[in-house]
């Protein structure tokens, strides 16, 4: 079992960069997928970036070139680097773990959530 907590969030002008942090305690964090979604008002929960046990990374193509995933199995942690923010990556960020086999972009998969940091991009 883990529990994810993010950090990081904020407003940021666009083309600005941004770092979250999620802090997942538990002590077989290292066995679990991890992933960051987002939503946005009005719209459906949504994958950005995930990687797997194995560090494998994953990325949706609105998130492809800008944003990277990572992963330090020591400290429980993952990160996610945004760069080059659009207003589009205005949202609410989750930070989730999915046990054994997963599909990174499928939100049921993932059986631990945080309670997401927002992250406001301005024009």
């Known amino acids: 079992q883990v529990q994810p907590v993010e950090s990081g969030g904020g407003l940021v002008q666009a083309g600005g960069s941004l770092r979250l942090s999620c802090a997942a305690s538990g002590r077989t964090f290292i066995i679990f997928n991890m992933g960051w979604f987002r939503q946005a008002p009005g719209k459906e929960r949504e994958l950005v970036a995930a990687?797997?046990?194995?560090?494998?990374?994953y990325y949706a193509d609105s998130a492809k070139g800008r944003f990277t995933i990572s992963r330090d199995n020591a400290k429980n942690m993952v990160y996610l680097q945004m760069n080059s923010l659009k207003p589009e990556d205005t949202a609410v960020y989750y930070c989730a773990a999915a046990p054994g086999s997963f599909t990174p972009g499928v939100a049921g998969a993932y059986k631990y959530w945080g309670q997401g940091t927002q992250v406001t991009v301005s024009s």
């Open positions: 990687i797997n046990s194995g560090g494998s990374t």
